[in-house]
């Protein structure tokens, strides 16, 4: 083989080896956050979160804990109620689209909804801010 053939497989080569590394440790990423949002979300966690990130004092954290959980609750029960508003527009888009679609198109469709609702289920989205 020429060398120049050579040197353009290495330099191909050493592309898909970053594409690959680079899209594994995105997943990886996104995973560990959505993980984190999850774990947020658990009881005692937020209360944590805040004690933590506003330095609260012994006395005021036993004045801040029951506000705090009381929002816990309002953040999980919105999610609740956002996941189940997301559900019912795919499913009325489910139902417009089907009429038109070809059978290998409503497969496609299908999946694609399996898909999202396998994501739904996993948990709510990170709030913003930072988790560590």
Known sequence: MKLHFKTT?????????????GFAS???????RFSKA?????????IE????????????????EPII?????????HSQTMRNG???IFDSL??????ILTEEQK???KTRFRRIDRFMRKGPPPPPGDFD
Do not use: C, W
């Open 9 to 21: 497989l290495i330099i191909i080569g050493t592309l898909i080896i970053g594409f690959v590394l």
């Open 26 to 32: 995105s997943i990886f990423f996104v995973q560990s």
């Open 38 to 46: 999850r774990e947020f979300h658990r009881k005692g966690k937020m």
């Open 49 to 64: 979160f805040f004690i933590d990130k506003i330095d609260l004092k012994d006395e005021q954290r036993e004045k801040a």
């Open 69 to 77: 959980e009381k929002y816990n609750v309002r953040f999980k029960t």
């Open 86 to 88: 997301v559900e019912e």
């Open 94 to 99: 489910k139902m417009e689209l089907e009429p």
């Open 107 to 109: 497969e496609k469709l």
